[in-house]
């Protein structure tokens, strides 16, 4: 059985930090790209940043230079370092698991920026 299980999200304010996790199990980890996306009210689903699995990485406009993906295969796990977070970037964060037809998504984790 596939899972995906994020954390590390919460409250924090206005240019604090956060980094969230995605532990994976039920997959070959290293075969995957890694995605992470946020969802926020009456907003669809936007993509974050990925990470291939050669360690590409490629970010949203609106995060470059703030937030950094990476992975750590032994632990088969992806993080997002989210730095200097503005209320903009509120949202339920989701990691996403690809290789080639086969897509996982984890359940999300809430990420509130606020003061």
């Known amino acids: 059985q596939v899972q995906l299980v994020e954390s590390g999200g919460g409250l924090v304010q206005p240019g604090g930090s956060l980094r969230l996790s995605c532990v994976a199990s039920?997959?070959?980890?290293?075969?995957?790209?890694m995605y992470w996306y946020r969802q926020t009210p009456g907003k669809q689903r936007e993509l974050v940043a990925f990470i291939t699995r050669g360690d590409t990485t490629t970010y949203a406009d609106s995060v470059k230079g703030r937030f950094t993906i990476s992975r750590d295969n032994t632990k088969n796990t992806a993080y997002l370092q989210m730095n200097n977070l503005n209320p903009e970037d509120t949202g339920i964060y989701y990691c996403?698991?690809?290789?080639?037809?086969?897509?996982?998504w984890g359940q999300g984790t809430q990420v509130t920026v606020s003061s």
């Open positions: 996403n698991a690809n290789f080639a037809s086969k897509f996982y």
């Open positions: 039920g997959i070959s980890f290293s075969m995957y790209v």
